[in-house]
Every structure is written in structure tokens, then in C-alpha cells.
């Protein structure tokens, strides 16, 4: 059975940073791209980060580009996202995803990497305020 559990959402304030953890199981974690979506009230669900299997090639939506990182740990099958300066704008549900299509563009590489399938995770709360 798969799961993809998230954590570490919680109330914090602008300009405060919090690591939200992923962790995967029941499926093969190294061959999936990871992301982490976020979705507020009233809004459509966005990707907010991703990453690639393997090497581990990021893309980053620009509202969190230079504040947010995701990276991976294959050996533990968790998908981290640290997140800084963050911002009210911020405040969302946060959900990790395996296998959605990223596309990575990196200087002269480009890519797309996606899975046949997907999963989601329930989700984690992060409101940002003051």
C-alpha cells in the first residue's frame, strides 16, 4: 500500500523558515520524481517545487524561487522541502506528490520526467502570520 506522509506544517511567522518532511512507502521511491504542491483556500492546486529522480534536478515555482529548497534522500525515501523568509502569501496546504510531471531547465539541459503513475499525500498545513 502506498503512503506519502507529510509534516512539520505548523503557524509561524513572516520572514520565519520551517522544513516540512515527506515520507514515502510501498512504492519504488528512486524511480519517481518528487514535488511538493501547495493549494489555498479559493485557489487551484500549484506546483510549488520539484525534483528529479536520480541525479536530482530541481525546478521551483518563482513565487518561492531563492527562498524554497527541495531535495531527497533515496537511502530514507523522504522528500524534504526547507522553506525561508517566508511569506503570508505562503499560507497554503502543503501536499507531496510522486510522479507528476516535472520539466527541469537548466542552462542547455532540458527535460520533462513524470511517472505512469501518482500519488498524493493528505497534506500539511503551513499558515503564515503575524
Known sequence: QVHLIESGGCLVQ??????????????????????????????????????????????????????FTISRDNSKKTVALQMRNLKQDDTAVYFCNAGSEITINSGDLTFTERHESEYWGQGTQVTVSS
Open 14 to 67: 513572516p520572514g520565519d523558515s520551517l522544513r516540512l518532511s515527506c515520507a514515502a512507502s510501498g512504492f519504488t521511491f528512486d524511480n519517481y520524481p518528487m514535488s511538493w504542491y501547495r493549494q489555498s483556500p479559493g485557489k487551484e492546486r500549484e506546483l510549488v517545487a520539484g525534483i528529479s529522480k536520480g541525479v536530482g534536478w530541481t525546478t521551483y515555482a518563482d513565487s518561492v524561487k531563492g527562498r
